[in-house]
């Protein structure tokens, strides 16, 4: 699988952005897909994660109730909804593939998309 995030660029804080993350391949749709986020000289943090179906997300709790994460299986896509942007928000975001195959995880990373909020 390959993984192609877009959307990031330079907003205002309280601003909206959507990052949408392309995937190639014939079985995206057994996948659960993940945001994660790395802001410059920290780790890589989780996001928020959805279930191959879309029936189940979750979320890290500083963007709860600001983000949302949805998918579309037919467009091989997920994407990321970002609301009420805070300047704690900017960082280069990516986009996971995750799936159990028998017992060990098979898992494949985007390139990341640069998210800028400015106060």
């Known amino acids: 699988v390959q993984l192609q995030a877009s959307g990031g660029g330079l907003v205002q804080a309280g601003g909206s952005l959507r990052l949408s993350c392309a995937a190639s391949g014939r079985t995206f749709s057994s996948y659960n897909m993940g945001w994660f986020r790395q802001a410059s000289g920290k780790e890589r943090d989780f996001v928020a994660v959805i279930s191959w179906s879309g029936a189940i997300t979750y979320y890290t709790d500083s963007v709860k109730g600001r983000f949302t994460i949805s998918r579309d299986n037919a467009k091989n896509t997920v994407y990321l909804q970002m609301n009420s942007l805070k300047p704690e928000d900017a960082a280069v975001y990516y986009c996971?593939?995750?799936?159990?195959?028998?017992?060990?995880?098979?898992?494949?990373w985007g390139q990341g998309t640069q998210v800028t909020v400015s106060s």
């Open positions: 996971n593939a995750r799936r159990l195959i028998r017992t060990s995880f098979e898992n494949y």
